[in-house]
């Protein structure tokens, strides 16, 4: 491979530069660090089905109260997904009055499209 067909990770603009695509060259390990933060929140299924609740909701946030019913947890492990998550960077949340109000982050939504997503060149080759 010559220095001209190099891509330098990260000099592109859009979602995709930062971090490689699945198909497109090798992750470091810092990258693969942070994205396997995120896999591993999503990797539960209630957070997973948390994450696509608030993700669905029309206006793109929810309070906790209506979170809270759809499961046969408690409310202390639903809050304990969602700080997961949260800390994972997929949601963020604002207190208001004696509730929380989560929404979901799309930017990092986007980062893990983009690091899944395969090229028509990459789905040429193989």
């Not at 090798?26 to 696509?52: C, H, M, T, Y």
């Not at 499961?71 to 604002?94: M, V």
Request: hydrophobic share 45%; aromatic share 6%; with cysteine.
């Amino acid at each position: 491979m010559s220095k001209q067909d190099l891509v330098v990770i990260g000099q592109d603009a859009g979602p995709a530069g930062c971090c490689p695509g699945l198909v497109t060259a090798p992750l470091e390990d810092a990258q693969a660090a942070g994205l396997a933060k995120i896999f591993k929140a999503l990797g539960d299924p209630v957070r997973l089905r948390l994450l696509s609740m608030i993700a669905s909701r029309s206006g793109g946030e929810v309070c906790v109260c209506d979170l809270t019913p759809a499961f046969d947890l408690s409310q202390p492990t639903i809050s304990h997904h969602l700080k997961l998550l949260r800390q994972a960077g997929l949601i963020d949340r604002e207190r208001r009055g004696t509730w929380v109000y989560y929404w979901v982050l799309p930017s990092t939504l986007d980062r893990l499209s983009a690091f899944l997503a395969t090229t028509q060149t990459a789905e040429a080759t193989a």
